[in-house]
């Protein structure tokens, strides 16, 4: 049954990250949590498919302002042929410089640090946004396959893949074809990256937020207005921290 086989392998890299992975968590959210601390950010960055988790750690119920997304929408998908399709996003992945011209847009400084997703960690874009990080003094946190990075070939003309740049290389354990089910054909179906690399992205905040807790100083936080107690101001209050976050940080 391809279903439960899928869900099978899906618990088993689940169960590989919470038992080989967690010191590497736990080491990346104090470095996370020591930007936002500081009333700095946390940037967090990936492409195409490696979009997901950034989409999915802020803004969202249970997330907190701190974390700041950089969003390319011709990194992302929008469409599979044409314009913001794969070819073209393909295309651009790979192309040298365009990550510095890109971050030119942010001010970037030393007590920010740099999360970045990438299941492969071999495209261009997101060693060059990691490498450009690092130039300018950030830690920088990767998620992506360790496996891949043993044995893929080396195309960055730095001879670096993503791992390598990173302070922190969290391994999704997900191996390096991605797709998890064998169907009886040559390709395998069903991809685990993504739920790997979001199990992740959400074990950073809740550890994160774990640490900033005992610190007093957890920004102000995304809830459902389901919940009880909840103030009908209250995500009003949150989008306006974030456009003070955003503005008084953009203009420095």
Known sequence: MSALD?????????????????????????????????????????SGHSVIPVLDIFPRYGSFVGFFPLYDPRLMWSNVIGPGGARELLWLERQRGYARVFLQSYPLEPRDCMLVFSHGGLNTVPIEIALEAKNQGLKVICVSSLENAKTAKRTHPSGKMLPDVADIA????????????????????????????????????????????????????????????????????VYQAFTEFYYSRQMK
């Open 6 to 46: 899928y869900l099978t392998k899906i618990h088993a890299i689940m169960e590989r990250i919470k038992t080989v992975e967690m010191d590497k968590i736990k080491a990346a959210a104090e470095v996370m949590a020591a930007s936002i601390a500081n009333d700095r950010r946390v940037y967090m960055f990936g």
């Open 170 to 237: 969290i391994d999704n354990c997900v191996p390096p074809e991605d797709a998890l089910v064998d169907i009886g054909q040559l390709e395998n179906v069903a991809a685990g990256s993504t739920v790997a690399a979001v199990a992740v992205a959400m074990s950073l905040v809740a550890e994160t937020a774990a640490i900033l807790a005992i610190r007093g100083k957890v920004p102000p936080t995304f809830v459902s207005p389901n919940v009880e107690g909840v103030g009908k101001d209250h995500l009003h209050k």
